[in-house]
């Protein structure tokens, strides 16, 4: 089980840039596939992004080229660099970890933070 904290959010305008972090404590970090959802108001939760213990990264269509997954292990922190924002991205973004090993994740994740906002104004 890990502790997750998610920082960074913001309110920037179309076409700004932000970069989430989540700080991971408890247990060993590498150990775990971690991802990012976002939810808006009234809307189901989207995820958006994954990179898993052998280090490969999956994204959603819809931030595909524009948003970055990153770890650093030593640290224990999560990060996802978001570039070319867009209104449609705003939502309140979590992090969420699950054991996995090589490519394979256990799933449903167990382990969520509490969420940063993020607000794209047009």
């Known amino acids: 089980q890990v502790q997750l904290v998610e920082s960074g959010g913001g309110s920037v305008q179309a076409g700004g840039s932000l970069r989430l972090s989540c700080a991971a404590s408890?247990?060993?970090?590498?150990?775990?596939?971690m991802s990012w959802f976002r939810q808006d108001t009234g809307k189901q939760r989207e995820w958006v992004s994954t990179i898993k213990t052998d280090a490969s990264r999956h994204y959603a269509d819809s931030v595909k080229g524009r948003f970055t997954i990153s770890r650093d292990n030593a640290k224990g922190t999560l990060y996802l660099q978001m570039t070319s924002l867009r209104p449609e991205d705003t939502a309140m973004y979590y992090c969420?970890?699950?054991?996995?090993?090589?490519?394979?994740?256990?799933?449903?994740?167990?382990?969520w933070g509490q969420g940063t906002q993020v607000t794209v104004s047009s």
């Open positions: 408890g247990d060993t970090v590498s150990r775990y596939c």
């Open positions: 969420a970890a699950g054991r996995g090993s090589g490519d394979y994740c256990v799933l449903p994740y167990k382990d």
